[in-house]
């Protein structure tokens, strides 16, 4: 019984490794499919006068 349960997991965990490894490569297909200039986001730094010592994004 032992060996059954062994085999069993054994191979729960192969089918679940399998199911993963495609989710995350679905996931890097979409990710990369975005080029970089799409996905950054530019940012203003101000500085105000009033407080010059404190930076606002």
């Given at each position: 019984m032992k060996i059954e349960k062994r085999l069993l997991h054994s191979q729960?965990?192969?089918?679940l490794n399998v199911r993963v490894a495609r989710h995350l490569e679905t996931q890097a297909a979409?990710?990369?499919?975005?080029?970089?200039?799409?996905?950054?986001e530019p940012?203003?730094?101000k500085a105000h006068p009033s407080d010059a010592d404190m930076v606002h994004a």
């Open positions: 729960f965990q192969d089918w979409k990710f990369a499919a975005v080029s970089s200039a799409e996905r950054a940012i203003q730094i």
